[in-house]
């Protein structure tokens, strides 16, 4: 770790402003058919956090395109713990829809602090901040494609109204925009990257006097890729995918608890008087030795808060034919017949075969609910 200043409170925020994936609500859901967007099928597909065993998302896609994801959780990385990333693709032309990893970072302000550019400290970059367009034009040439022969620059533009097509606040976030071109398998692929520009500043005193931390980066960042000459035609296709990204709520909370803890963590070594280095080399050895009791604590947690049902409950639920289940995603609800899933956004499928199994047909994950006690 390199940052220099001795203390360092971290500040837990809400985790749907900082998921690297766009984390929307859209009102373009799965009932009544798949939708066709310029003659084109969807269906819904899963991104899984398989460290939390859970969905993530659930993200509308055309049907027969590949999706790929990497999902990590880095713990000791208090202030930005999770990367994410996925491909959308089609496998018969090189056409694809990408989400990319926040470019989080932070440069520190004051008579007694260092900085070293070019370093990494709890997950966030030392670099000095830029201008929106020329954040979006290091991280595409220095980041997301670094080293591609033969990239070229096409053009680089501010746009105003991304932060409110994506349903953030444009007060907070200030939308860029970034068009490349290069070769690849032997065809000029052009790739338009999108993304929020966000800049805050956060002040705080210490032994060494008033140090201002400026974390500053890129979040939401996404692209379309099309060979040369046809990217405008599938614009509005790509535009669906990103746009019907729905985000599992079960994951946001149990995500955002995660974040607490671990920033609550750190922020008890710093009281113990550790300076900032030393509290997260602490934290990394704590949770390095305690990270599956963490996420064991968490699911004990969970399952206590659900309430024991009485005789009478049960009772009432024979009355009227139903069984009270848990939904490991939700909580409980209330189904009709023998077996019971859940896709983990609400919906649910019901039988009374003991055979019947939904994940044999579908590309959505079921799971399968269990009788409340």
């Known amino acids: 770790m390199s940052r220099s200043f001795p203390l360092r409170t971290v500040r837990v925020v809400q985790i749907a402003a900082t998921t690297a994936l766009l984390v929307l609500s859209s009102a373009c859901g799965a009932k009544g058919g798949p939708p066709v967007v310029d003659g084109q099928k969807f269906v819904v597909r899963t991104i899984d956090d398989r460290q939390l065993g859970m969905p993530y998302v659930a993200i509308q896609v055309p049907q027969g395109w590949n999706v790929t994801s990497d999902m990590r959780w880095q713990y000791p990385d208090v202030s930005n713990p999770l990367t994410i990333s996925a491909q959308i693709s089609d496998p018969a032309k090189p056409e694809s829809v990408l989400f990319f990893p926040k470019a989080a970072c932070y440069w520190l302000q004051g008579a007694a602090v260092r900085n070293r550019p070019g370093s990494r400290a709890l997950g966030q970059m030392n670099v000095a901040p830029m201008q929106p367009t020329e954040a979006i034009r290091q991280a595409v040439l220095k980041i997301y494609r670094a080293n591609v022969p033969g990239l070229q620059v096409v053009g680089v533009r501010e746009l105003p109204g991304l932060a409110t097509m994506l349903k953030m606040d444009p007060s907070q976030y200030h939308g860029v925009g970034l068009k490349v071109s290069y070769p690849e398998n032997g065809v000029t692929m052009e790739e338009e990257f999108y993304a929020l520009y966000y800049y805050v500043p956060l002040g705080y005193d210490g032994p060494q006097g008033h140090t201002v931390e400026l974390d500053w980066g890129l979040d939401f960042v996404h692209s379309f890729k099309a060979p040369q000459g046809t990217l405008d035609q599938h614009r509005d296709l790509f535009a669906y995918v990103v746009h019907s990204v729905r985000v599992n709520p079960a994951w946001m909370a149990r995500a955002q608890q995660i974040r607490k803890a671990i920033g609550d963590q750190f922020n008890r070594n710093l009281a113990q008087g550790y300076a900032s280095i030393q509290a997260a080399a602490q934290l990394s050895r704590q949770l390095s030795a305690n990270s599956d009791a963490l996420i064991a604590s968490m699911d ?43 896709d983990g956004y609400g919906n649910y499928q019901n039988s009374n075969d003991s055979n019947f199994d939904p994940n044999r047909s579908s590309t959505i994950t079921w799971t399968q609910m269990t009788p409340v006690n």
Do not use: E, L, M
Not at 303 to 314: G, L, P, V, Y
Not at 315 to 330: A, C, E, L, Q, S
């Open 300 to 342: 004990s947690q969970r399952a206590a808060s659900q309430q024991q049902r009485s005789s009478n409950d049960k009772f009432d639920d024979y009355i009227r034919g139903v069984d009270t289940v848990n939904d490991p995603y939700t909580g409980t609800s209330q189904q009709t017949g023998t077996y019971h899933w859940t």
